[in-house]
């Protein structure tokens, strides 16, 4: 099982919903990264929080709003997506965000469709 | 910048040999760390394997191996003993030692375990 929980597994929106993707770790982790995939291609970074603030955000559309309620919780807000947003968003932790020994542990993906 | 190459897109093997997956890297940094990642069909990302620029024995885990060659800046991830299971896309990934580290991955190299 993993050690990163993200919910939900699915999910279907369309252009003018507002929802959220939700992950959780219990690993006292303290850097918490979101992913974005598309099919057949690696995962892109979108975003990277370390001690629940936001340090890295690689240009990404103010369509997607990440939230760090707390060290445990990271949330990516959607709101008005587009079609070509449709892909399988990764949510990762870290122990630190600096260290290059430090592996990314992933959870199972939320595969988003909108439609 | 750093760079990762997978030259493979994809691989066939016989169920119970051995597959090397290759993967070769670009940095200018002297301390950086090499990971590898497999993805079933599922979408869920799993840590294998990792190394260290320092360290100097190849690294090991259960069936995988990393071939560390760090003077040809190779990494490959050695498969013994192929399983049906086994088949899934298999990305190369580094972090380095510096700042904001993002994970750096490759293209990725798909990997399908024949019975």
């Known amino acids: 099982d993993t050690e990163v929980t993200q919910t939900p597994k699915h999910l279907v929106m369309g252009m003018t919903n507002k929802k959220s993707l939700k992950c959780e770790q219990h690993?006292?982790?303290?850097?918490m990264y979101w992913y974005k995939q598309k099919a057949k291609k690696p995962p892109e970074l979108m975003f990277v929080y370390s001690y629940e603030k936001l340090s890295i955000n690689e240009s990404v559309p103010s369509r997607f709003s990440p939230e760090c309620p707390n060290s445990s919780l990271l949330n990516l807000h959607l709101h008005a997506l587009q079609p070509e947003d449709s892909a399988l968003y990764l949510c990762?932790?870290?122990?630190?965000?600096?260290?290059?020994?430090?592996?990314?542990?992933f959870g199972n993906g939320t595969r988003l469709t909108v439609t | 910048a750093q760079k990762i190459t997978q030259t493979q897109p994809g691989m066939f093997v016989q169920e119970k040999e051995a597959v090397t997956l290759d993967c070769t890297y670009d940095?200018?940094?002297?301390?950086?760390?090499l990971f590898w990642y497999k993805q079933p069909s599922s979408g869920e990302m799993i840590f294998l394997i990792y190394q260290g620029s320092y360290d100097e024995q190849n690294a090991t885990e259960g069936r995988y191996s990393l071939n560390f060659q760090k003077a040809r800046k190779s990494a490959n991830l050695v498969i013994s003993a192929s399983q049906l299971g086994d088949s899934a896309m298999y990305f190369c990934?580094?972090?380095?030692?510096?700042?904001?580290?993002?994970?750096?991955f490759g293209k990725g190299t798909r990997l399908s375990v024949i019975a």
């Open positions: 990762a932790s870290s122990q630190d965000q600096g260290g290059y020994n430090s592996p990314l542990h």
């Open positions: 690993m006292g982790h303290r850097a």
């Open positions: 990934a580094m972090r380095r030692n510096s700042g904001n580290t993002p994970l750096v």
């Open positions: 940095t200018s940094d002297q301390s950086y760390g």
